[in-house]
């Protein structure tokens, strides 16, 4: 996982502390989210993160709890009208020394910069409305109005329940495991979400976004369901020369599963690549697993002395980085005598294995590697796939590479050579074919 920016803070002229974060390098681009948002929460979610990230390698980007979420001041006393958001934006700029910034302005994020716009006009450079509306009162019927607002009540007893039922109301057909979507349940207390609900369904931004002077993009899925893509589509009708993109897809938020498209279209705007470099992380996706671990450390460690033992550990630890940077794979964790790893590919997997039995030497290593996919949480993978491989790894000796069948095939014609080693029974999988490395 990417290390969390710094969280900063700046007070509002009415006293608020903002908590805000930076990071990347390039011009200004300050991220306005509305809703519930958590700095710290959100980013250990690898979706976020990477479509964040990649922003990041062209921008210095800002990103910021707006007041009673988050890191930011809780403690209101109900100062949460439309007015009072717009001003969050002022010490965040003043506190970074800028004039003008351009900003992206996500679902309720994008009525607050309309009123910040109209309050500070010389502040915008270029503006980017996604999934964005104008009038609350659209947004949903009365009768799903009553049911979110009903919804938000509950976060006075049950906040991670209604944190769940919220996420649905956001992305109702999304596919993925509740583990897949933010607890945000730490990140707002009840009084103020409930303000802030019954603002998103009475404010009015129309004439703020008459009056917007600013290259503007406007970009929406088709099928969005927490704002209806006609909303986003009158939005882009409202602003002057404002350009209006329709998506496919139904996610509200732009950073959901494969977010190519969408930093391709904000990067044409921008006149920066912003899709370049980006890899998509979805909740569940095919990848392969390596396990590696030093075999029986413990009677090791109690033979040689624990200073001996951690030099040996720190040696293992070292050359295992060295060969995953070195083949493209990616660390998930240390298990303290062991490692769990990642790869795109079995020939990528299966040449790091090799190569770190070469650099192991006298270092009793054994190594397993299974194909699947995995569950992807907090940048850590679970399931199946991920149990399979670790008890894989545990049927090796010292030096061996040990890989199960469907490893083994997806490996047929790159070169490698792989000897039966029988059937073996694998806790709680059952008996399964596996397979070790030949290498020199």
């Given at each position: 996982m990417g290390v969390a920016p710094p969280v900063r803070f700046a007070l509002t002229e009415d006293e608020v502390s903002i908590a805000y974060t930076v990071h990347?390098?390039?011009?200004?681009?300050?991220?306005?989210?509305g809703w519930i948002s958590h700095l710290?929460?959100?980013?250990?979610?690898?979706?976020?993160?990477?479509?964040?990230?990649?922003?990041?390698?062209?921008?210095?980007?800002?990103?910021?709890?707006?007041?009673?979420?988050?890191?930011?001041?809780?403690?209101?006393?109900?100062?949460?009208?439309?007015?009072?958001?717009?001003?969050?934006?002022?010490?965040?700029?003043?506190?970074?020394?800028?004039d003008r910034a351009t900003f992206l302005a996500t679902c309720y994020g994008g009525p607050i910069l309309a009123r910040f716009a109209t309050m500070n006009p010389t502040?915008?450079?270029?503006?980017?409305?996604?999934?964005?509306?104008?009038?609350?009162?659209?947004?949903?019927?009365?009768?799903?109005?009553?049911?979110?607002?009903?919804t938000v009540r509950l976060l006075r007893s049950q906040p991670r329940a209604a944190?769940?039922?919220?996420?649905?109301?956001?992305?109702?057909?999304?596919?993925?495991?509740?583990?897949?979507?933010?607890?945000?349940?730490?990140?707002?207390?009840?009084?103020?979400a409930q303000s802030l609900y019954d603002l998103s369904f009475t404010l009015d931004v129309t004439k703020d976004l008459l009056q917007l002077r600013a290259p503007t993009l406007v970009t929406h899925r088709r099928r969005a369901k927490a704002v209806p893509f006609e909303l986003g589509r009158k939005v882009a009708s409202l602003v002057p020369d404002a350009t209006f993109v329709a998506q496919d897809g139904q996610n509200t938020n732009p950073w959901n599963d494969d977010a190519?498209?969408?930093?391709?279209?904000?990067?044409?705007?921008?006149?920066?690549?912003?899709?370049?470099?980006?890899?998509?992380?979805?909740?569940?996706?095919?990848?392969?697993?390596?396990?590696?671990d030093?075999?029986?450390?413990?009677?090791?460690?109690?033979?040689?002395?624990?200073?001996?033992?951690?030099?040996?550990?720190?040696a293992f630890h070292a050359i295992s980085k060295e060969a995953l940077d070195a083949r493209g794979g990616h660390f998930i964790k240390s298990m303290g005598d062991g490692v769990m790893t990642e790869f795109p590919s079995v020939s990528q997997a299966i040449g790091c294995a090799?190569?770190?039995?070469?650099?192991?030497?006298?270092?009793?290593?054994?190594?397993?590697?299974?194909?699947?996919?995995?569950v992807s949480e907090d940048d850590d993978l679970h399931g199946i796939v991920v149990s399979t491989a670790a008890r894989v790894c545990a049927q090796?000796?010292?030096?061996?590479?040990?890989?199960?069948?469907?490893?083994?095939?997806?490996?047929?014609?790159?070169?490698?050579?792989?000897?039966?080693?029988?059937?073996r029974h694998l806790k709680g999988i059952g008996d399964v074919p596996l397979y070790k490395v030949a290498y020199i």
């Open positions: 990347g390098e390039g011009p200004p681009l300050i991220y306005v989210r710290d929460v959100q980013w250990r979610y690898p979706d976020y993160r990477l479509f964040m990230e990649a922003l990041g390698r062209h921008f210095t980007v800002i990103r910021y709890d707006m007041r009673g979420n988050g890191m930011s001041e809780r403690e209101v006393n109900n100062r949460v009208r439309l007015d009072d958001l717009a001003l969050d934006l002022f010490p965040v700029l003043e506190a970074n020394g800028l502040a915008i450079d270029k503006v980017i409305f996604d999934c964005a509306f104008s009038r609350g009162e659209e947004l949903a019927t009365s009768e799903m109005r009553a049911s979110i607002l009903s944190i769940t039922l919220l996420n649905h109301f956001t992305n109702p057909n999304r596919n993925e495991p509740s583990t897949g979507v933010f607890d945000m349940s730490q990140g707002i207390d009840a009084d103020v190519t498209d969408v930093l391709g279209l904000m990067g044409s705007f921008l006149g920066v690549p912003l899709a370049e470099g980006y890899q998509a992380r979805t909740a569940v996706r095919p990848t392969v697993v390596l396990f590696s030093i075999v029986e450390s413990t009677s090791t460690n109690s033979r040689i002395g624990d200073a001996d033992a951690h030099t040996v550990n720190r090799i190569d770190m039995q070469h650099a192991f030497g006298d270092i009793p290593v054994r190594i397993g590697i299974n194909a699947g996919e995995p090796g000796d010292a030096g061996e590479i040990i890989v199960s069948n469907v490893v083994r095939e997806l490996a047929t014609g790159k070169g490698f050579v792989f000897e039966p080693i029988g059937d």
